[in-house]
């Protein structure tokens, strides 16, 4: 007999009756209920039912002092929690005495019943754990301001005791048991530290599944919490800890219940980071210490078949959490209280997502480009899927390869997060969730061809390069770490690679963005798939190639989802591969058809929708991304984001007219002139580079008084009436009415068309006699030119340079007869040559008028006019000059913001360089193919012409189209101009990089040879 014993109550029924008449004044029936150290009974009377408490008389005073002034404190601060409230004696003192058989004091204490079924005995629904949670957090926070001396006890239920269990493993008979406590202990050892470090409060410390009631009727509602006997001041998440690894018990997703019970008490009780990820460990902890203690008390007391009520289910709990990844347990932990899986994860797909464009592709070109289908794996009937899973990889590939010719595909794509069922093997089952299998893919599958080339997008360290040889492994398997600067280091993992890396790359080398990381494999070496790149994020760093899961639960995929983001981004997808939105191409076409202007033409016999635009690409609905080398407007990239915030600050600002004084016109205006010769100071703004051209005609007027127009034969200046007189290109083609009486069409200065006797030095001159001749004809009829116009690299015409010495002649005629000289630079203006701002000043010239459109406001509808004050003067006639929209305070920010690009990051040097290269590219394709008669360019305005035959340069207009079509199919989008349309149109924006330059080379070669084969 021990003490414990002697000092255990024991009265009888009859005497508890006794008692509880004497010092509550209250009768009824007592029935015993089962206690390991003090006599309770549960007491049913008029006034309700209640516990009587009698005391082990061994408990110090001071510690059922604690447990009184707890319950007293929860009953005045928490009177609502569901838990035993205290009924005062008739003395009203809270706790009674009384001497026992043995002749040693017990105390007393009643307190009401809590009604409910013991959470061990149910189902353990995720809405009862979370409401456990919510009410544990509920009780804490009620507690947050308790002491009491009494809760400062010495317990080995003290979570920060929990060491103190290696010194009851000799009570553990199984070598292999021991070992596992040995391994849970050796962690906890190396957390203890940290418990001295959070935030401790009096807790109950002893949620276990008998204690927590549940409601009779409502298994999912928490209906009270009974037994303060272990109730100490402990750290706070040792109540999470506690519960969870009773409500783990037998459970078939323990890490699931323990993060349903954080999520209800963080709900109600914030936890901190730091608490949630010790919570695995503390769980572990918990059942290391009850395991263990029960086996020391079965070595003193024979098999108390009480003390061992959990031991199995904890034994069992145990080895599940041995076989977990502890990183994804405190993931899914720390998920559940809304913190990131991974410090940082969240932030690393933000910064990928804000820096895509930066990224180095990471195929041979970004992936976005390539034709691209989803691979069917998704499908589990689909054959590919079958003959996969059935480890018959080349019949895989076959039906693959075989789909990719039939419809043009280039690229298969494996999404993340795709349900599949190929994961057939043991290695799939899941060590988290019982009778459950790892389905969802995390990583991203890009399918090509064996021996296929892949490059790191960033710069990166090699962490490891390995052979996995199981089948349907990784096969050759990279991990690199990056780095990025304001970004959280994060993994790439690479699998299914050919061998060759192994010999190629060793842990700690350094890649550059770009470098070779490996080359799809064969399945010989992949691990016996159809060849692909898995490809992988993973924001742990910790984590080793081999642990990073390739698939996982579908239930937790939200936390794969931040572990292991989707690589799409980084590999260069875009996001519009996956989702189609808005109306399909029939569905535009007939809606166009019905409801706009029958003569709006569309590009391609297929027309493309685009839904973006990022930089130098236009990204189509399907996702695909086009090298837009074409659409001359977004002069500094698509969507740039400077001009984005410029423009949408001063819309958040203010828009309005220019009749009220605002800066953003006087500091465009001021700008803007400085970039032009010192005579042109004067500026007006308009909205179209029609406007402006119209602008031009009206000064004209004033400044002359005539009307005469001298204009380039195939120009065109503008979509209003009186500018489609003056465009030969619209007035003599289809629907024109030829040109009116006072429209004078000069002939285009194109060297490559000009007679063979004519000397190349001499063809400014001579093309000049064409207005010479005009002029002369006005004056014999006694009139004389307004104007002059004339693109200063007449674009529509075919990207035609002119002859050294034209302009200056012709100006110098128009001059002498009284016209005007205007420029339109509304294609070409603003640095596209590269070495000038304007085109015009190639030629050595300064118009009296320079009309600017399209590139000026990259995509935003604005453009101008600039001019001389003499010319303005005439214009100042008394007349008003208002446009509703022209120099609005948006327009002129976003003009500025232009500027500031092309100044700021030297665009035109760029276009002058990247230009250059183009052109010796062209060239020496031009040696190689009979057909390309001309090679033309300056800065980013290029043009090649082709002919069937060099000698007498009949136009090869099939074979442009075809080249355009072809360019177009494999990504690029170029056009055709010239009055044959035989002439490739290039205008890419002036960011286009070396990169791009090469794309666009690469896939010009490609279709030349290409048409060469198909047209002869
Ligand atoms: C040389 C030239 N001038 C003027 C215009 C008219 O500009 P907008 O279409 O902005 O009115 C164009 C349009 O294609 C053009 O190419």
Redesign the pocket.
Known sequence: MNDMLKTTPDFSIDAAAALLAEHYGLSGTLSPLASERDQNFKVETAEGTFILKIVNAAEPEVESDFQTALLAHLGAHAGDLPVPHIRPALSGASLASTTGPHGVRHRIRLVSWVEGRPLAETERSDAALHALGRMLGRFDAALKGFMHPGALRDLDWDIRHAGRSAGRLQHVAAAEDRALLERFLTRFAAIAPRLAMLRAAVIHNDANDWNVLVDNGDADRISGLIDFGDALHAPVIAEVAIAAAYAGLDHADPIGAAAAIASGFHAEYPLQEEEVDLLYDLIAIRLVTSVTISASRRSHTQDNPYLAISERPAWTLLRKLDRMNPRFATAILRKACGFEATPGARAVAGWIARNRKALAPLLERPAATYPAALVPYGDPAHPMTVTSAAGQPDAAQAIWEAHCRGNGIELGVGPFGEERTVYAGEMFVSRFIEKTRRTRHLGLDLFMAAGTKVFTPLPATVVSVEIEKEPLGYGCLIALRHEPEGCPPFVSLWGHLAHEATGRLKAGERLEAGALVGEMGLPTENGGWAPHLHLQLSTDTNLSATEILGVGEARYLDVWAELFPDASTFAGIAGEFYERHGRSHEEIVKLRRELLLPNLSISYDKPIKFVRGEGVFLIDDSGRAYLDCFNNVCHIGHAHPVVVEAMAKQAETLNTNTRYLHDNIVAYAERLTATLPKELTVAGFV???????GLALRLMRAHTGRENAITLDW??????QE?IDISPYKFRRKGGKGPKPHVHVAAVPDSYRAPDDWPVEEHGKRFAESVAELIAGMQARGEGPGFFIA?SI???AGQVFLPEGYLKEVYRLVRAAGGVCIA?????GFGRVGSHWWAFETQGVVPDIV?M??PIGDGH?M?AVVTTRAVTDSFNNGMEYFNTFGGNPVSCAVGLAVLDVIEGEDLRGNALVIGNYLMDAFRAMQARYDVIGDVRGLGLFLGIELVTDRRTKAPATEFARAVSNGARRRGVLMGTEGPHDNVLKMRPPMIFSKRDADHLIAVLEETFADVTRTLG
């Not at 909205?687 to 402006?692: K, R």
């Not at 120009?715 to 209003?720: A, D, E, K, V, W």
């Not at 339109?824 to 070409?828: A, H, R």
């Open positions: 909205n179209s580079g029609s406007e402006a051209n120009s065109y200046h503008g979509t209003t500018l693109e007449p674009s529509v339109d630079e509304v294609q070409v009309t459109g399209k509808p453009a």
